[in-house]
């Protein structure tokens, strides 16, 4: 990547500079999804089993996985990668369990009580991305928060042939249900319900661009009413380097991402530009190794290099992509860190490959991409559970606000809502419960 010097562009040039991929902003995306949602809809399991034919090569009549299917399955996973899974499994929980929601409970007047409770999303849907890269760790990512919330219901959908590792760890996350199909058509069974795949109130899950797109729409469409998490495509990473960072370290990081797939982009900003050409060197070093190297280098050619001025200008450049994944490999990592407003997770320190967070550290590697870091947060326990209030007021509570209410209901222009308030006073002052005097409801009239 030739380094691009970030003080010498103007602000269109910084803007075309942090685009992403143009494969991420294909016109015919929303069409494709659009007519695969329609088919879903009108045809169900068959139209689910016709898709399974076509883009994943794959024939069966049953979507469900079967309980001795996915016996069969977990028996073919190695102990060793049993163990692996044993151990993320334990430190996602801990992580989740320790954001274990608190309700609220509060007098902000005398009389006047409020509360905010927490209750858990009823069905959940969780997307696996399969193809060329089953995402094992996705299953952990998703499943567990679901477990630990209490959601009663947890459908997972996974392109078929699904992996023996996906369905192990599915099973020993506590999924309830697995159905065999990936892509918008998993999106669209999980938002309108088919004869097999039963309509959940949630759908979560990364994806590449028509598994965005399809969220996006259904979680848009009047017909339903479905949540998604966030918008969550192509892997990104941004690493903020010093003259002090190891650039083959940095450099396997960046390859870390670029191998997810070619519409993925990685993007290093240093204040050094030998560092900048030595991570270069190293990119061409380490790309050769990796199976995956065709893929990477596609990924390659969307992705940029910055030389910048200081440390406070690498976190104003990367505050303004939103990276989904940022890395910070300087000397003093938590000084950077403290000008940061933008990531979905951070990775401070030459020890702390984004690996950790897409495996085992503990936190969610579901992050909000194209640059919603801005305006989304990460997956947490609280996005597997809604949350409400609820007030009570006694009748001392109602005099104690009566006048507010009645004053803030009249300057609205909403009689309705003051009559409602003083037909109460009135009836209080009538029992003896207060010393008002008689307050005449308005003759506005209310359905």
Not at 24 to 49: K, P, R, W, Y
Not at 250 to 264: C, I, K, N, P, R
Not at 351 to 376: C, I, K, M, W
């Amino acid at each position: 990547m030739k380094p691009i010097t970030w003080a010498v562009l103007d602000i269109d040039a910084r803007e075309q500079a942090l685009a992403r991929s143009p494969l991420i902003n294909d016109q015919g995306v929303e069409a494709s999804v659009s007519g695969i949602i329609e088919q879903v809809i009108a045809n169900g399991d068959q139209a689910l089993i016709e898709f399974n034919q076509k883009f994943d090569n794959f024939t069966t009549a049953e979507l469900r996985l079967s309980d001795e299917q996915i016996d069969v399955a977990c028996s073919n996973v190695s102990p060793e990668l049993k163990q692996a899974i044993e151990q993320a499994m334990g430190n996602i929980s801990k992580f989740h369990q320790a954001q274990a929601f608190s309700a609220i409970d509060v007098e902000t007047l005398p009389g006047v009580r409020c509360e905010l409770r927490n209750e858990p999303i009823d069905s959940v849907g969780l997307y696996i991305p399969g193809g060329t890269a089953p995402l094992i760790s996705t299953v952990m990512m998703l499943a567990l928060p679901a477990k630990i919330a209490a959601c009663r219901r947890r459908v997972l959908v996974s392109p078929p042939p699904i992996n023996d590792a996906i369905i192990y760890a599915a099973k020993a996350c506590g999924i309830t249900d697995i159905y065999q199909v990936g892509g918008a058509q998993a999106v669209a069974a999980l938002a309108f319900g088919t004869e097999s795949v039963p309509k959940v109130d949630k759908i979560f899950g990364p994806g590449n661009r028509f598994v965005t797109e399809a969220k996006r729409l259904v979680s848009q469409d009047s017909r339903i009413s479905v949540a998604i998490d966030m918008p969550a495509g192509p892997s990104e990473v941004l690493v903020i380097a010093d003259e002090a960072a190891n650039p083959a370290f940095v450099a396997a990081d960046l390859l870390s991402q670029a191998e997810h797939g070619e519409d993925s982009q990685v993007m290093l900003v240093t204040n050094s530009e030998a560092i900048a050409n030595a991570v270069s060197n190293e990119l061409a070093t380490q790309l050769e190794q990796l199976p995956r190297k065709d893929v990477a280098a596609a990924a390659l050619k969307y992705s940029r290099s910055f030389i910048v001025d200081d440390m406070d200008q690498a976190a104003e450049l990367s505050n303004q992509y939103g990276p989904e994944h940022l890395i910070i490999q300087t000397r003093a990592p938590r000084d950077v860190l403290k000008n940061i407003r933008a990531a979905g997770s951070v990775f401070l320190g030459p020890y702390t490959p984004e690996s950790v967070g897409d495996y085992a550290s503990g936190t969610n590697h579901v992050l909000p991409t194209y640059g919603y870091s801005r305006n989304y947060s990460s997956l947490s326990l609280a996005d597997f559970s809604r949350r409400f209030t609820v007030q009570e007021l006694t009748p001392s509570g109602l005099i104690n606000l009566g006048d507010t209410l009645m004053t803030l209901a009249s300057n609205e222009q909403l009689d309705a809502h003051k009559n409602a308030v003083a037909i109460r006073l009135t009836s209080l002052a009538k029992e003896g419960n207060n010393e008002r005097p008689n307050i005449q409801p308005t003759s506005t009239s209310t359905t």
